[in-house]
């Protein structure tokens, strides 16, 4: 299978009213006391850990998971832990509604996947993807498949510096 | 060909390569920075990918303490430690635990021009498009390619052009401007886009209000901004850096294509304050009711000039803060603080009250001016109000004025009262 092919579950980032939370910052993904860190496999278990009702986070996660987020998500400081502390965890992929612009920098030179879908919101709304929803990515084609269903979603693929990018691995081996 | 807008202009000086909006290009960068968070994450990046190799540039590479200045942890220390060992090593310049905030000392040091490109894990390095120079934060990925490379890759953003339009009825200051355009355009109007200012109102800020307005530019989530120099912005930049001269400020073409046209109406205008969880929430102060104040901050990279202490000593001379309440204030640099001291002002606010720290970050980074405990409520300078982010308290954003008044009382008040 293709580093951009893997199979995982959905991970709704919610509010109490099943919508998709937007605005989520830096400090609510990765805490500034945190900060003094720098190993990424520390990381992990600080992701979440100020976003009221998603503390437990770290242990619900598994290897492959994505990530679903409202609008704005990562906007606030630049700090790297707070796409570091995904990474550390085994998340495969983000998507968001949007990014904040210094977040998908730090998302994108770190090769990690991201991927804008402003239609997540909708879709999370009318019940078509379900938090831990089984589901299989292929990012090459811009396909998000339900291993429940077979349905079949269609998300953007990704840019060319992105796949320039993850297929370096990092910026740091351009 | 149409004209280009003041962020294409930059690029274009930049890169070999055709600049338009929405498109990838590789930029040249005149400066590349690291503070003390991030710092030694950058210095790991480094030492993994480039081993010892020296940096791109030693005059253009640099690292700013300001967040945990003097650091508080044996963590934080080493920290530091470890990006002074590598300036060592590199023979590359640190403005160390005593200097300040990063960005005011890169504008006052002459090192942030008109029409350059400088980088650093700051996150309101665009407070730098108040000397029209391009301010970009970055995670330390980026900034270890940076030292090395010089270089990065960019998507030349889509331009806003803001037109502010009316006249506020009664004065008001940067910080009230800029939380009313913030509660105005949300996050999502400019999100990922750079921001041209135009109107009488905006133009007529002097330099600091200048600074204030466009640190926020991060909490619109857009990624610079800039206003057209009026007659005395050169002026105050030359007396900020006490250079003789600077190069020209980049304008706009006047056939510029904007990606979208703006018209914020300024005229309703009074004290505006931040109420918790978002910066975005915005509201007169007028409107907010009865709310009590335990802790004001008064500093920031938004709030953190002379000017703004100033406002504050106005205010807060000759005078006490309520019996439970309490204030810190942090300027923003060395060369601010040194000012408000040879001027009394320090003196002044000392004697009314208030705790006054060493030049940094102060109440924003979870640094070493303190945090909210449950319940309490600070009230702040600063550019960010997020749910933790200042203790477990409440976070509310207001200009300097703002919080002296409402110190003297305990209870949020824009003015006497």
Redesign the interface.
């Given at each position: 299978m293709s580093l951009h092919q893997f199979t995982g579950r959905l991970i709704l980032l919610t509010s109490a009213q099943a919508r998709l939370i937007p605005d989520i910052d830096t400090d609510q993904i990765f805490h500034n006391q945190h900060l003094h860190i720098t190993e990424v496999d520390q990381m992990g278990r600080h992701a979440l850990g100020n976003l009221e009702g998603w503390t437990h986070f770290p242990e619900l996660v598994q290897d492959g998971d994505v990530v679903v987020a409202g609008a704005n998500f990562g906007s606030g400081s630049s700090r790297q832990h707070a796409v570091d502390c995904f990474r550390a965890l085994g998340v495969r992929l983000i998507i968001a509604e949007s990014f904040g612009a210094i977040y998908k920098r730090n998302a994108i030179n770190s090769g990690m996947s991201i991927i804008e879908f402003p239609q997540a919101g909708e879709l999370v709304k009318t019940g078509k993807w379900e938090h831990l929803n089984p589901i299989h990515v292929d990012l090459d084609i811009g396909l998000v498949k339900m291993m429940d269903t077979d349905e079949t979603f269609s998300i953007p693929q990704l840019s060319k510096v992105q796949r320039d990018i993850m297929a370096k691995g990092s910026l740091l081996n351009i | 060909m149409s004209g280009k807008t003041v962020i294409e202009k930059i690029f274009a000086r930049h890169t070999r390569e055709e600049v338009a909006p929405g498109k990838?290009v590789w930029i040249d960068l005149d400066v590349i920075s690291a503070r003390d968070?991030?710092g030694?994450?950058v210095v790991?990046?480094y030492r993994?990918?480039y081993k010892d190799t020296p940096v791109v540039d030693r005059d253009r590479v640099f690292f700013t303490f300001d967040l945990t200045v003097p650091p508080k942890?044996i963590?934080?220390a080493n920290?530091q430690q470890i990006c002074r060992e590598f300036a060592h090593e590199q023979g590359i310049r640190v403005f160390d635990v005593d200097r300040g905030i990063g960005t005011h000392t890169m504008m006052e040091e002459g090192i942030a021009l008109p029409g350059t490109i400088v980088v650093g894990?700051?996150?309101h390095m665009n407070i730098l498009g108040a000397v029209n120079c391009f301010g970009?934060?970055?995670?330390?990925?980026?900034i270890?390619?940076g030292f090395r490379k010089g270089r990065?890759?960019f998507?030349v953003?889509r331009t806003k052009l803001i037109r502010v339009m009316g006249k506020p009825r009664v004065p008001i200051n940067g910080k009230d401007l800029a939380l009313w355009i913030l509660g105005e355009l949300k996050?999502?109007r400019v999100?990922?886009c750079a921001v041209e200012f135009v109107g009488e109102t905006v133009e007529k800020l002097d330099l600091p209000g200048r600074i204030t307005l466009l640190s926020m530019i991060?909490?619109m989530?857009?990624?610079v901004g800039f206003i057209p120099f009026n007659n005395q912005t050169m002026e105050q930049i030359l007396a900020m850096n006490g250079m003789g001269e600077c190069p020209a400020e980049v304008r706009a073409d006047p056939d510029a294509t904007y990606d979208e046209e703006i018209v914020v109406d300024v005229s309703g205008i009074e004290a505006m304050v931040a109420a918790p969880p978002?910066p975005h929430n915005v509201c007169k102060v007028s409107e907010l009711g009865d709310v009590k104040v335990d802790f004001g901050f008064i500093g920031s990279c938004t709030n953190g000039r002379l000017e703004d202490i100033e406002a504050a000593w106005k205010i807060l001379k000759g005078r006490k803060i309520a019996p439970g309440t309490r204030l810190a204030v942090v300027p923003s640099t060395q060369r601010v603080y040194k000012a408000a001291m040879d001027r009394g002002m320090l003196n002044d606010l000392f004697d009314a009250g208030a705790i006054i720290s060493n030049p940094g970050c102060g109440g924003c980074?979870?640094g070493h001016i303190g945090m909210t405990g449950r319940n309490e409520v600070m009230l702040s300078t600063g550019n960010?109000n997020?749910?933790?982010?200042q203790g477990d308290g409440f976070n509310y954003l207001t200009s300097p004025e703002v919080v002296a008044w409402s110190v003297l009382t305990g209870r949020l008040n824009a003015k006497e009262g």
């Open positions: - | 990838i968070f991030a030694p994450n790991k990046n993994n990918h942890t963590q934080y920290n894990t700051d996150s970009q934060g970055m995670g330390d990925v980026d270890a390619f990065t890759w998507e953003p996050t999502d999100l990922g991060t909490e989530g857009g990624i978002v980074a979870q960010r997020f749910p933790g982010k």
